[in-house]
């Protein structure tokens, strides 16, 4: 039990040191912990933070003059999540909040504590979705932009990688592992095998078919050498791409190309 905040140790024996609280409010809490520990057995720091939550609200409350929680309506609870948000607090802290006051409420219900569920008229806070991430023109031609050196083989890989990444949309897992037979350069198309096995043809244009034909045709043989691969893209040892070698590689051309968006193959 910490000291001195009014928080509880989720403990199952703990009672609850509520002082600020009126008793009906803090014996109401007190319930809901025991139901929370003993019934629903959730995690300790989860008990803590709902626990937390219904004691600011229970202060709230106090201030305002409810002292049961029968007395709580829709517009004690309104009142609470809006002094949340003038204050600054994120929605999704504020969906937390609402979801202790539902749980809490809902007990309160079940017991016979209280008559109505004040939570049933409260919407909750839907969190901002951020705005995805995109290049610009210019940053997609540099991105894409055909090596320097007709010489550098692994910078053809990568540009063939990029082209087809950029074409068809395909996961990094599928593109690091396609094989070699499943890329028909001359019918533009890729037999690509997904999740569950499921096998989808998709087809791409013409700048990612030369990428890809100049690659396959001129760098790859010069990569494995006298060695043998069945996937399309290989290292400089012969073997196949990783998903996290492709990651690396995309990052240090943003680095090199001094591209300040962030670029993943979702952004592509």
């Not at 050196?149 to 990688?161: E, K, P, Q, Y």
């Not at 399309?232 to 591209?259: D, P, Y």
Request: with cysteine; glycine share 8%; aromatic share 6%.
């Amino acid at each position: 039990m910490a000291s001195g905040t009014g928080i509880p140790s989720p403990g199952r024996g703990d009672p609850l040191p509520v002082p600020a609280l009126p008793p009906a409010l803090a014996a109401a809490i007190d319930r809901y912990r025991l139901h929370l520990t003993d019934l629903r057995r959730l995690a300790a720091n989860t008990v803590q933070a709902y626990l937390s939550d219904l004691m600011l609200f229970g202060q709230a409350l106090a201030k305002a003059g409810v002292t049961e929680p029968g007395a709580v309506g829709p517009d004690s609870i309104r009142d609470y999540l809006r002094q949340g948000r003038e204050q600054g607090l994120a929605p999704r802290s504020q969906a937390r909040k609402l979801a202790a006051l539902r749980g809490f409420f809902r007990l309160l219900l079940a017991e016979g504590i209280v008559a109505a569920d004040p939570c049933t008229e409260i919407d909750c806070p839907r969190p901002r979705r951020p705005l995805p991430k995109v290049l610009s023109l210019q940053e997609v031609d540099r991105l894409l932009a055909p090596p320097a050196s007709a010489a550098d083989s692994l910078a053809f890989r990568n540009h063939a990688m990029l082209q087809l990444l950029y074409a068809t949309g395909l996961r990094v897992s599928e593109l690091v592992r396609l094989p070699l037979t499943a890329c028909q350069l001359a019918a533009g198309y890729l037999r690509v095998c997904g999740k569950g096995d499921k096998e989808r043809l998709v087809p791409f244009g013409e700048e990612a078919q030369e990428a890809v034909k100049t690659y396959a045709t001129v760098h790859r043989p010069l990569l494995l050498g006298r060695r043998r691969s069945s996937y399309l893209f290989v290292t400089s040892r012969g073997t196949a791409m990783t998903r996290a070698r492709f990651w690396q590689i995309i990052e240090e051309l943003r680095r090199t190309l001094a591209i300040d968006t962030a670029v993943s193959p979702h952004v592509l």
